[in-house]
Nanobody, 120 residues
Framework: QLQLVESGGGLVQPGGSLRLSCAAS????????IKWFRQAPGKEREGVSC????????KYADSVKGRFTISRDNAKSTVYLQMNSLKSEDTAVYYC?????????????WGQGTQVTVSS
């Protein structure tokens, strides 16, 4: 089955850190840009970050710049989202999606999501 699988979510205190992973199952991530999205209850889905297939281009939402870092290991077919200095407003379900490019809103694969809860 061709799919993306997210992991690494959980409960963390404000100011803490988590690292999310997005792994490909049944295919290779080498040729895809990977985008991270999040959706909090009652809110629209928000684009968080994107990394190009080579890893040479990255972009971040203003709300996470300087706190989140996206990276990838194509040998492991995995993309990571390192989240530091977490705030309560980062609480959401985080999803990854595979796209032809960070500049295109066409997604070939989606993950099932992983819950991130930031609370004391």
């Amino acid at each position: 089955q061709l799919q993306l699988v997210e992991s690494g979510g959980g409960l963390v205190q404000p100011g803490g850190s988590l690292r999310l992973s997005c792994a490909a199952s049944g295919f290779t991530l080498d040729y895809y840009a990977i985008k991270w999205f999040r959706q909090a209850p009652g809110k629209e889905r928000e684009g968080v970050s994107c990394i190009s297939s080579s890893g040479g281009f990255t972009k971040y939402a203003d709300s996470v710049k300087g706190r989140f870092t996206i990276s990838r290991d194509n040998a492991k077919s995995t993309v990571y989202l390192q989240m530091n200095s977490l705030k309560s407003e980062d609480t959401a379900v985080y999803y990854c999606a595979a796209a032809p490019s960070c500049l295109r809103n066409e997604y070939d694969y989606w993950g099932q999501g992983t819950q991130v809860t930031v609370s004391s």
